[in-house]
């Protein structure tokens, strides 16, 4: 005596909510899903960003800039980075500009105030031809775990409007105005905290 498989008879559909996104690619193994139970598997995004969109239409450095920004992955955690010797470098330069500005004192916490974490941020800087031009570190903070009037008081951030920089940008254009980019390799606000915060 034989026990037979069954196969399910039911044409298998592509879910509604994932219609009409390029996901052809991702299933060109699945047999189930043949042209006939859907057209969007057998033709594609009906509207692709591929037909509007072209790497060939970039000038030759920016086509090297956006290769040289896709090739290039940042880490995503600390795990990846403590084996590279250019991550472990920005992350002691941050260290290092840390402590030159007198950010911190490591000191014990009391026992009634409870640490807020911290962790580290990535990030690859380009030159305008593409290449690496270095590697950034930042110890960060979870704000998020702060609460108000034990951690905090009020909050302060010098940010520029967009509005601003556009009209800046607008006005330079007009005006034939040569305009140059400054990047800060350590900032830091001067403000006074108030309150201790143990991280």
């Not at 399910?8 to 699945?30: E, N, Y």
């Not at 006939?36 to 060939?56: C, F, R």
Request: proline share 7%; aromatic share 10%; net charge positive.
């Amino acid at each position: 005596m034989f026990l037979k498989t069954l196969i399910p008879s039911r044409a298998i559909k592509l879910p509604t909510a994932l219609q009409g996104f390029p996901i052809d690619a991702a299933l060109p193994s699945c047999p189930d899903l043949s042209a006939s139970s859907n057209k969007v598997i057998s033709l594609g995004t009906a509207h692709s960003l591929s037909h509007i969109l072209s790497y060939a239409n970039l000038s030759s450095p920016h086509r090297t800039f956006t290769t040289n920004m896709t090739i290039q992955r940042k880490p995503t955690s600390f795990s990846q980075v403590v084996k590279d010797p250019k991550w472990r470098a920005a992350m002691q330069q941050e260290v290092q500009a840390l402590h030159a500005n007198k950010t911190w004192s490591l000191v014990s916490p009391p026992a009634h105030k409870r640490p807020i974490g911290c962790k580290w941020v990535y990030k690859i800087k380009y030159n305008p031809d593409g290449t690496v031009e270095r590697y950034k570190a930042r110890l960060v903070a979870n704000g998020y775990s702060q609460v108000e009037g034990i951690d905090y008081r009020e909050t302060f951030t010098p940010v520029a409007k967009l509005t601003t920089v556009r009209v800046l940008l607008s006005l330079a254009a007009m005006q034939n105005w040569h305009l140059h980019q400054l990047d800060v390799n350590n900032a830091f606000l001067n403000g006074h905290l108030y309150e201790d915060v143990y991280m």
